[in-house]
């Protein structure tokens, strides 16, 4: 587990909502980096049909497909400086996709 650095709220961000195949989901920036398992990075908004990493419960992570991507209105996002990785975030704890792709982060 990596400590935070620094979050930099913003406020009245266009977000989206992303579902996973098996109800995963994520609420992100339209523009978060996202990376699927061939490393190709996307935009959130652009990742329909991607596969992105999945974390459930206490499981090792798993590649699942991004069934919807919807628009989730403006909200206030939070950019997190973790160092140089990736994290996890989700609507519900149980079950995070991997977001904020280490070399693109913006």
Known sequence: MASIHKVKPQD???CVLLTM?????VICSRETPVTDSQGTVY???HCQ??????????????WETVERVEGAGLRTVYKISVGNISYAAGVDSQHRV????QRHKP
């Open 12 to 14: 009245e961000v266009p």
């Open 21 to 25: 195949a098996s109800g995963a989901q």
């Open 43 to 45: 935009e959130a908004q």
């Open 49 to 62: 049909r991607v596969k992105l990493g999945v974390l459930h419960k206490e499981e090792p992570l798993t």
């Open 98 to 101: 991997i977001t904020h792709n």
